[in-house]
């Protein structure tokens, strides 16, 4: 990537119109999901899904709900020669803290070496995630609902399973291919790490700690915890300090 020409925030765009760029623009959607077409071609995203969307190319984002993204514009673009890129993020958010950083280095610092220094990570990210293993489109989806709802208590996998067009059982077992456990066992390990983050060189309470893992009950928890890591939370913590 070469010169960096800008970035921006968009909060709730419903429809945004066909337009193109003389530049690359590289999309990162935070909230919501839709379909952005790029020269007739639709590609659906979802919270974490990264489009970069080649110079003169006609796109267009809709959505029903409405979303959310930082998008930045580039002059060059070393991965692709002139056709659309679409990774999704990873599990630890990796390239939205990059994102962010560029943002903010952008309009707070303006410090040009830092800016350049974090777009060539962010083309390195995005190398690396294109020779990663594809996920099949249904997992894809439910690993970001996962991730995007751990600390919610009322959370149901199998109410976002059935908003998929295929049965529960081909979405379970496409599941287990792609990620290597069950959508349950997939929560269960997003929210025992969230967990053991949370008590690092904090004083926060196991209720509290539980509460923000999506766990309403904190003896619930601990017993989970326990039966994951072979000990309980509380234990866990002072091997720490």
Same mark, same amino acid.
């Given at each position: ?5 800008? +970035?921006?925030?968009? $909060? ?21 999901? &839709? ?10 995203? $979802?919270? &974490?899904? @990264? /489009? %970069? ?15 959310? %993204?930082?998008? *930045? ?9 002139? =056709?659309? $890129? /679409?990774?999704?993020? +990873?599990?630890?958010?990796?390239? =939205? ?26 083309? *390195? ?20 609902? @996962? /991730? ?6 009322? !959370? #149901?996998?199998?109410? +976002? *399973? ?6 529960? #059982?081909?979405?379970? =077992? ?14 269960? #390990? ?7 983050? =949370? ?6 309470? /196991?209720?509290?700690?539980? !509460?923000? %893992? ?6 619930? !928890?601990?017993? *989970?915890?326990?039966?994951?890591? &072979? ?11």
């Amino acid at each position: 990537m070469k010169d960096l020409f800008g +970035t921006g925030k968009a $909060v709730l765009i419903y429809p945004y119109g066909k337009h193109h760029h003389s530049h690359w623009e590289i999309m990162y959607y935070c909230e919501g999901t &839709g379909v952005n077409t790029i020269d007739g071609v639709r590609y659906r995203f $979802v919270p &974490g899904t @990264i /489009i %970069c969307q080649p110079p003169f190319l006609d796109h267009e984002d809709i959505s029903q709900s409405g979303f959310k %993204c930082i998008n *930045i514009v580039v002059n060059d673009f070393d991965l692709s020669d002139r =056709l659309p $890129v /679409i990774v999704q993020d +990873t599990g630890n958010h990796d390239f =939205l803290t990059v994102f962010n950083q560029i943002y903010n280095e952008f309009h707070n610092e303006n410090d040009l070496n830092v800016t350049n220094s974090l777009l060539n990570i962010l083309t *390195i990210y995005i190398s690396r995630r294109l020779k990663e293993k594809p996920l099949s489109p249904h997992t894809d989806y439910l690993k970001n609902e @996962i /991730i995007n709802n751990f600390a919610d208590p009322d !959370f #149901s996998i199998l109410e +976002t *399973i059935e908003k998929l067009p295929a049965s529960k #059982s081909h979405v379970r =077992l496409m599941f287990e291919n792609d990620v290597g456990m069950s959508p349950k066992e997939y929560l269960k #390990s997003v929210r025992m790490e969230q967990a053991k983050k =949370l008590m690092e060189g904090s004083s926060r309470l /196991i209720s509290e700690i539980s !509460f923000r %893992c999506g766990y309403a009950d904190p003896f619930y !928890f601990s017993r *989970i915890f326990r039966k994951h890591f &072979g000990i309980n939370p509380r234990e866990w913590r002072k091997t720490q300090k």
